[in-house]
């Protein structure tokens, strides 16, 4: 049955097929991989020195994943492959592997998603960031790329409920998207619950509090049974070309890094934009209502959680409205927007709004490799809430600023909320859930307005209105380092705002637009090459 399945889907020169870069031990050409793999420029091995075992099967599931597995991850069926053979069938130092990570990133520029699931053994520090995941960031920075890396599994993990150790050196990258390992199937036999943490998966977080790793995807179930694994998933083939089972990090990576591509692919715009792609899936991100853990545990396991597929991101409905804006914010400059268009429909029999609102931000970051945890070295401040009035400013300053919003109210911060209802609540994505701290470059947060303790109420009160603010923060270091070669202070960022209704009766979709035009916003929607309901 599975070799019809993989007979079934032949690559089609006709089809816009995503395109994922592989960053392995190379990857066997045999009747399957055959068209869909090509090798990439400036592989500093022959044939004979590379294994091919671990790449080619990495290949099958971006290739024939869902076929192989009985799955519907993807919205798209193959999937074009640059092979870039990075590790040897010998010993290679770090130092090496990060030269060959840096040529074949280099040397093939028309790869921009790419997938690595090659890890150095050690754990990440607390203390700092590793010399790898730096290494990682410049090659991104320089490449204007995005890698997804693996978060890297724990072999000395021996039972499905022991913690296992801190994510691999690399996986603490700021600019690669680290990804984690989940269960697909439960088994009450062997202790395994759908959609939670699988036991071999490293956990975080990072350096400076970072989440990481930041999503997590079906990397093959399997249990201890005498003290030896039992691998129930996932299927692929060997270099042989024969069918086998497989677990790890290594393989929830390429599902992540295959959805990334196909999200490029399907979205019409000029240039490839990163930033955008990494803040729409951790938008898009989410737990299972049922598993049971604690808040820190859930953080550390699995960062914000399981992404949707391209197709359910850039989906909507009329009960919901995502709200994008890109932007690169100067330093001394701010985005003040005082007409924010929250849907007056969200209004109850009380004359409080209510709503659910979903935020992601994430920003290009200055780093500074020499210090240690004060690596990121800019931050973008962030609020959304309500004010009751607008004032005209009298005075010198007005100038700058003519207008000054009064009695302004940050809906995003912590104290605003019930502590029962957060506690009673918290596995459920209504509830209102903050990630991140002060410089770090991803930020996400989930409200329910409805949370909002009794004391804090009035500021839903109807007749106020809704505004959002950011703002650059730069450490003085690197404000420092770039008026030494006349570089003014500047951050890259997309911020991705959903506003639902949680009884899906109003037409918030509609409503949003319509205020927007009102208020004169320049917009349009997202176009799409493919077919799919948005």
Same mark, same amino acid.
């Given at each position: ?43 500093? $091995?022959?044939? /004979? ?14 290739? $024939? ?74 090659? /991104? ?21 022991? /913690?296992?150790?801190?994510?691999? /050196? ?7 998207? #680290? ?43 399997? $249990? ?10 996932? =299927? ?79 989906? #909507? ?45 994430? +920003? ?12 990121? *070295? ?7 809430? #309500? =004010? ?20 302004? *109210? ?6 605003? $909320? ?7 609540? +918290? ?6 859930? %903050? ?31 809704? +505004? ?36 899906? %009766? ?29």
């Amino acid at each position: 049955n599975l070799f019809s399945k993989l007979d079934s889907l032949q690559y089609d020169d006709s089809v816009n097929y995503p395109v994922v870069g592989v960053l392995d031990n190379g990857i066997e050409i045999n009747k399957y991989t055959r068209n869909w793999v090509v090798r990439g420029v400036a592989c500093p $091995y022959s044939d /004979q020195q590379l294994s091919c075992e671990h790449g080619t099967f990495i290949a099958s599931v971006l290739i $024939y994943g869902d076929l192989l597995n009985n799955t519907h991850d993807f919205d798209i069926q193959g999937c074009k492959i640059v092979d870039c053979p990075v590790v040897p069938n010998f010993a290679i130092n770090e130092i090496e592997l990060v030269n060959n990570i840096k040529n074949a990133v280099r040397s093939n520029p028309d790869v921009k998603v790419w997938n690595l699931s090659v890890s150095i053994g050690d754990p990440i520090e607390e203390n700092g960031f590793s010399s790898f995941a730096k290494e990682l960031d410049k090659i /991104q920075e320089d490449n204007a790329v995005l890698i997804i890396k693996s978060a890297g599994n724990d072999g000395n993990n021996v039972a499905v409920d022991s /913690q296992p150790e801190k994510i691999n /050196q690399g996986g603490d990258s700021l600019r690669a998207l #680290t990804v984690g390992a989940i269960n697909k199937d439960s088994d009450k036999e062997h202790g395994l619950v759908a959609n939670s943490p699988a036991f071999y998966s490293r956990k975080g977080l990072g350096p400076a509090y970072n989440i990481k790793p930041e999503v997590v995807h079906y990397g093959g179930d399997a $249990y201890f049974d005498n003290g030896n694994i039992v691998k129930k998933s996932i =299927f692929g083939f060997s270099t042989s070309g024969e069918f086998k089972i497989e677990i790890g990090t290594s393989f929830s990576t390429p599902k992540v890094a295959k959805n990334i591509s196909c999200l490029d692919t399907m979205m019409v715009k000029q240039n490839f934009d990163p930033i955008l792609l990494k803040a729409l899936t951790i938008h898009s991100a989410k737990y299972d209502k049922d598993i049971s853990l604690s808040e820190i545990e859930r953080i550390e396991r699995l960062g914000f959680g399981k992404p949707q597929k391209a197709s359910e991101i850039l989906n #909507t409905t009329d009960h919901a409205v995502t709200l994008i804006l890109n932007g690169d914010l100067q330093k001394s400059s701010r985005i003040d927007i005082m007409d924010f268009p929250y849907p007056d429909s969200l209004i109850d029999e009380n004359g409080h709004y209510y709503g659910i609102v979903d935020v992601t931000l994430v +920003y290009d970051p200055y780093l500074a490799p020499d210090m240690g945890n004060e690596y990121c *070295q800019n931050e973008i401040d962030l609020k959304f809430g #309500t =004010f009751s009035e607008k004032r005209d400013v009298v005075g010198p300053f007005s100038k700058f600023n003519p207008i000054k919003r009064v009695d302004s *109210q940050n809906l995003l911060k912590d104290t605003l $909320y019930s502590k029962r209802s957060l506690k009673n609540n +918290y596995t459920y994505e209504k509830t209102r859930i %903050e990630y991140g701290r002060k410089y770090q470059p991803v930020k996400h947060y989930s409200i329910d307005l409805a949370t909002l303790s009794n004391a804090n109420k009035k500021y839903l009160d109807a007749h106020r209105n809704f +505004y959002l603010y950011l703002e650059g923060i730069y450490r003085n270091f690197i404000v420092s380092e770039l008026e030494k070669n006349n570089k003014h202070p500047h951050t890259r960022f997309s911020l991705i705002i959903t506003i639902s209704d949680p009884n899906k %009766e109003k037409n918030v979709y509609h409503d949003t637009i319509a205020k927007l035009t009102k208020n004169n916003f320049i917009h349009s929607a997202v176009a799409t090459e493919i077919q799919i309901d948005v």
